[in-house]
């Protein structure tokens, strides 16, 4: 099965839903204001958010006015246009020729850090890279040892201390013992924390410290894991965790549901991180490159 | 928690005052600004479309229009509403917030929900609760799909002294319950706790797993765990699985941090079952009652004061308060006694959560960075001062500053600033001691209860 189709699929209820709500609001309609509303409506009951969806909802009204759209097929094409500008340059994961390429994945509690990691990890070496897993959740019961059969699964190596342990002093260790034994990828794990805990963020800053000192440039991603299932308390996350840790991309899992993930479309307008990874099912093959143009036809048919 | 709504209503509310009567079109206006806010909370479109409607009914009538304090009376239409919204305040939906015991033991109940929303821990946090009032809880590990959802479940029992029963990963999760209440059932262990395995609402195969352990186990309970931070999906969430299972209610966690929590609204509104608790950090005895009047109260930007004050109680014992007031009375309030209240700060958990509580500071303290390591610095100088300077600060010149901080690792800055806020304080409290303080606080506690 192709990337395409698999989206497809992982987005069928999602598509379902939208493009049926979409046809059957197209459907032989002409277009007005209130035609504009009940699409202002689908994009907030996809999580798109009040603002953002009002935003698109403008832009066409002004299209509309200025003679641009005449019909409701033309309104379709618009629409799919203006979104998918709100979610360009979301480019995937690229391991660059720096050795080792340091990844650290961040992101509030039960969202699938550990998950897409895992995931993530399997890539790589199905690549033929060497990747060295950090288990930098130290706090979290069983987290180390969910990390590790992720390792076993993807043969990957890893770098662990004990449960309590400093996570800055694993990340260190992960990365020396990537240089010492010439892996090409280290993918740091850190335990789910609330946006609002001032201590766990500057945890995080530590980290992060710890890290570029160790290797300057490092870590050259930084992954916010979001769960598609979240509402508009993303955009808070997403700014704070930025603040702390200098978020670079976001994963965004658990799309095969029925939750629509629009919030990606108001995070890329106000803070502008790209979507890079998304999550449309629980197999390894399941973690996908963002992209853009795909999603928007997957998302509107 | 929902303190940017309250925010946003308390700018909406506050442009309505002191307008004298209200016009149709300032209360439209008013809609507007709600329903958005409503909507940034991730309250469900629909539900928010309901509910504006209900307010727009009341308040276009008489009841607003003809009113002195016009501004007072919306904010009590739609903090009636959120409440009844969201289960109402009355006896008996209090009562119905809770869990059942069921007459023959074991008492079986099943948690339930989406991948990530927390079942394992506050299944810790609820057996732990049972414990505590004297109950003999089993935790039985139906999750034997995740890597490690065993061991999590096993380590967290053996945190909290409670028996864990798990086997296998891949055994069959029907199975495992099954074992566990037997097990139970011949150990004398009264309730069992089901932690099964997160899953999507639309996972048919998943789906008709846990219709299989419902028929096996027979819970009394069966529990939702959702994330506060859930979007407009909740509604179809919370639909699907009640609808399936006919749920006996719900536990919203993560309600530590800020998300506005909109998904109250839309799970209670779309199920009609009532939210029974919340989870409120990572620590396993953090579940806390949920309280739809204290959560409207919060809504409408009146902090939380009735979780504050419980807390307080809860931490702090009537003698060592009599003996507190004497001191203030009398102008003797030390360093020891302060050294002794940031102690029992401390033990109400953290700071923040405790800031969160207090009306109209979510707003100030939102952005400001509220440390605990402060508390942990202002003790270590207090710790570096012999017993008489915390008993006269007065005495503490230039070079017991220096060895204050040489001892507390800390600077003669620091030192200063202590002393300076010490001071404020004190006179702080001569105005409590005139009791002028203690009238504000009637005040302030007349008017929450107006609402």
Redesign the interface.
Known sequence: MGFFDRLKQGLL?TRKSIVEKAEALFLGRTVDEGLLDELE?IL????V???ASSDIIHALKERFKKGDISDSNALKIALKEEIRKSVEDGSGIKVTIERPYVILAVG?????KTTTI?KLASRFTKEGLKVILAAGDT?????I??L???SERAGAQIVKHKSGADPAAVAYDAIVSAKARGADVVIIDTAGR??????LMEELKKIKRVVSKELPFAPHEVLLVV?A??????I?QAKIFGEAAGVTGIALT?L?????GG?VVAIKRELDIPVKLIGVGEGVEDLRDFNAEEFVEALFG | MFEALSEKLGSIFKKLKGRGLLKEEDIVEAMKEI??AL????V??KVVKDFTEKIKTRAVGKEVIDSITPGQQVVKIVHDELCSLMGGGDEASQSQRKIHLSPNPPTVIMMVG?????KTTTSAKLAKGFKKDGRRPLLAALDTQ????I??????GS?TGIPVYGTRAGDDPVKVGAEAIKKAQAEGWDIVILDTAGR???DEDLMKELDAVKAETKPREILLVA?A??????V??AKSFNDRLDINGVVLT?M?????G??ALSIASVTGKPIEFIGVG?KIDLLEPFHPERMAGRILGMGDIVSLVEKAQESVNAEDVANLHKKIKEDRFTFEDLRDQIKQIKKMG?L?NILGMIPGLGKQIKGA?????EFIRIEAMINSMTKKERENYAIINGSRKKRIAHGSGTTVSDVNKLLKQYVQMKKMLKMFKSGRGLDRIKQMTGFMRGF
């Open positions: 209820k409506e907030i009951m996809a999580d958010g009040p603002r509030v509690n039960g969202v699938g895992g706090f979290r019961a069983a987290a040892e969910q590790e059969i992720w609330l946006h609002t805990k001032v201590n769960d299932t979240s509402g508009q308390n993303v808070h658990k095969d549901g029925t939750a629509k919030i | 329903r958005i909507l940034e909370a991730d469900n479109f989406l991948h990530g929303s927390g995740r890597p490690a959802a061991e999590q479940l096993t380590s967290l945190q999507l609402h639309v994330d931070m859930t979007g407009q999906d909740a179809n969430i993560k530590d941090g800020d998300a506005r909109g998904a990572e953290p923040e960075s509220v440390d605990d390591r």
